[in-house]
């Protein structure tokens, strides 16, 4: 049975660090594309970075510069080192699993969530 859980949220003030992690079982770690997607009040769930089996990254725009994702597959982990945290980045932060092989950053083409992780950036 395959499991996601994230921690590592906070709170932090315009220009913090934060860096939330994954931790994942069920599945081969490391055989899938897995992503970080973020969800804030009144907007649509958004891919922020993803990390695929060949070890290439991608990130949305918004993100490009400050957010830094990776892996450890001995620990079975997914990392978000998140710098100069602004408060538009304040959201719900979740880890994908089961990726279907479409774009990364749809959430559709995920089959495994994990419960979330709030970070909150204040001004």
């Known amino acids: 049975q395959v499991h996601v859980v994230e921690s590592g949220g906070g709170s932090v003030q315009a220009g913090g660090s934060l860096r939330p992690s994954c931790a994942a079982s069920?599945?081969?770690?490391?055989?899938?594309?897995m992503s970080w997607f973020r969800h804030a009040p009144g907007k649509e769930r958004e891919g922020v970075a993803a990390?695929?089996?060949?070890?290439?990254?991608s990130y949305a725009d918004s993100v490009k510069g400050r957010f830094t994702v990776s892996e450890d597959n001995a620990e079975n982990t997914l990392y978000l080192q998140m710098n100069s945290l602004k408060p538009e980045d304040t959201a719900m932060y979740y880890c994908?699993?089961?990726?279907?092989?479409?774009?990364?950053?749809?959430?559709?083409?995920?089959?495994?969530w994990g419960q979330g992780t709030q970070v909150t950036v204040s001004s």
């Open positions: 994908a699993a089961g990726w279907r092989g479409g774009d990364w950053y749809r959430p559709t083409e995920y089959d495994y």
């Open positions: 069920g599945f081969s770690f490391g055989s899938y594309c």
């Open positions: 990390i695929d089996s060949d070890g290439s990254i």
